[in-house]
């Protein structure tokens, strides 16, 4: 196609989950609900860490960017979302259209990688505890939290700006509830081939690449757990990785069958679930999972209200 008969759209439509007005203020009240939990769960546990100078230790720096990145994640496409079940028009500038990609990448791809370091975490507590501490130092978990929000950032710029220099010639009609790379990349009216490249690359390196890591490490993890000859020691070993686990497998699961697969296969509908996924379930999930069940994390609980109690009296 010529490039002058090449057009870019200012303003896109996006389709949504459903027209009919009494399933749209369902869900409004489904999603506007799980949207208010994330907030409270996720910050809740995130004031009981910064508050609470026992749990200034390696094992909750992790997680406690973990909750960070699932509000700023469900912040960056729920609220919008919200918005357009209440609206007869679902619109969507472009620079909206960008910097809202630009963000679920950039988050979407750190959680990722921040599983992959907690993974190392959980192999140098279960394989080698007494030096857990000097390995795990501050230095060393600081660098390892950068890396990860780095890579997840660098990969986004990249994503998002091959994504939004496609024209779309007249296209502006999104079959989604946000933008999203392959729905974008859906309506353009050239050749796509950079776009299907740099999505292969960036899922090799942010979900792949640490789908891996995670999976050596928890090799390790389970064969330093059968060395342990009491079973309540091989108890509390898995018990410091089952929360951490439970996510691996929800995060990576849905999303290795998601992105990796041919892209002849994939379906707006598919990707319109994977998206709610992230940005709805796994965000309210995570603070029970990693945090409310944590014997520490309930006693943290406990010294915050009672010491909130005195200070009233």
């Avoid at 960056?76 to 809202?100: A, D, N, R, W």
């Avoid at 000859?229 to 996510?247: D, E, N, P, Y």
């Avoid at 994977?274 to 943290?300: C, D, G, Q």
Wanted: charged share 15%; net charge positive; aromatic share 8%.
């Amino acid at each position: 196609m010529r490039r002058d008969n090449l057009t870019w759209e200012s303003e896109f439509v996006l389709l949504g989950l459903s027209n009919d007005r009494q399933t749209q203020a369902g869900l409004f009240v489904l999603f506007g609900a799980a949207y208010l939990l994330t907030l409270l769960g996720n910050g809740l546990i995130i004031l009981l860490i910064g508050l609470d100078v026992r749990l200034h230790l390696p094992m909750y720096f992790f997680p406690c960017n973990l909750l960070v990145v699932d509000i700023c994640y469900t912040s960056s496409g729920v609220p919008q979302m919200l918005v357009h079940f209440l609206l007869e028009k679902k619109t969507i500038s472009f620079i909206h259209c960008g910097t809202q990609l630009f963000f679920s990448l950039a988050l979407g791809g750190t959680e990722f990688l921040l599983l992959a370091a907690m993974a190392y975490d959980r192999y140098v507590a279960v394989h080698d505890p007494l030096r857990y501490m000097a390995m795990m130092s501050p230095r060393c978990c600081a660098g390892l939290g950068a890396v990860s929000w780095l890579v997840g950032l660098a990969n986004s710029v990249v994503e998002t700006v091959v994504t939004m220099r496609l024209p779309t010639c007249g296209h502006h009609i999104l079959n989604h509830v946000a933008c999203e790379t392959r729905a974008f990349v859906r309506l353009a009216c050239v050749d796509i081939t950079l776009n299907q490249v740099v999505i292969l690359a960036s899922s090799v390196v942010v979900l792949l690449v640490p789908c891996c890591l995670v999976s050596l490490s928890y090799a390790y993890i389970v064969a330093a757990i059968l060395r342990i000859h009491s079973m309540g020691g091989r108890r509390k070993a898995f018990g410091t990785c089952a929360s951490h686990l439970t996510v691996v497998s929800m995060s990576y699961g849905m999303a290795l069958v998601t992105y990796m697969q041919p892209r002849s296969t994939a379906s707006a509908e598919q990707d319109k679930v994977v998206v709610l996924f992230y940005a709805v379930v796994t965000p309210m999930l995570n603070p029970l999972i990693y945090s409310l069940r944590n014997k520490e994390m309930k006693a943290a609980l406990g010294r915050v209200l009672m010491s909130s109690s005195e200070s009233k009296l």
